[in-house]
């Protein structure tokens, strides 16, 4: 008795799979908008002021207690950690929106 070998399966048409330098180069991208986004904060007055007006916010305080956070040291940490995570953010958004704008173009030509 001799067994019949199965048929191959047909593949699934799966997304595209990204590589690992199209991933590097997506995170330096992220990195490098979020260090763009958070020297914003650093060089830009109005920036500066935002900052400081969100700080003093009764919500803000709220984090303060939430946290424990007692010292002035401890307050500005989380305000850099605020800052910071906003600039993540901000900087996801960025590279998503470019990137969905650049498979768009490159869709076009093709």
């Known amino acids: 008795m001799r067994l019949k070998k199965a048929p ?3 593949q699934v048409a799966s997304p595209r799979e990204v590589s ?4 590097l180069i ?3 991208i992220l990195v490098g908008l979020t260090l763009a986004f958070a020297s914003v904060f650093r060089f830009w007055q109005p920036a500066i002021k935002v900052a ?4 003093g916010t ?7 207690s939430l946290f424990h956070i007692d010292s002035g040291v401890g307050r500005e940490q989380l305000i850099l950690t ?3 995570l906003v600039c993540f ?4 958004v960025v590279q998503s929106v470019g990137f969905l ?4 173009l490159r869709k076009n030509r093709a």
Do not use: C, D, N
Not at 20 to 23: I, L
């Open 8 to 10: 191959p399966r047909p």
């Open 20 to 23: 690992v330098m199209e991933t």
């Open 26 to 28: 997506r995170t330096a």
């Open 52 to 55: 400081q007006h969100t700080a």
């Open 58 to 64: 009764s919500a803000w305080q709220e984090l303060y």
């Open 82 to 84: 605020g800052i910071m």
């Open 89 to 92: 953010l901000l900087a996801l």
């Open 101 to 104: 704008v650049f498979r768009k």
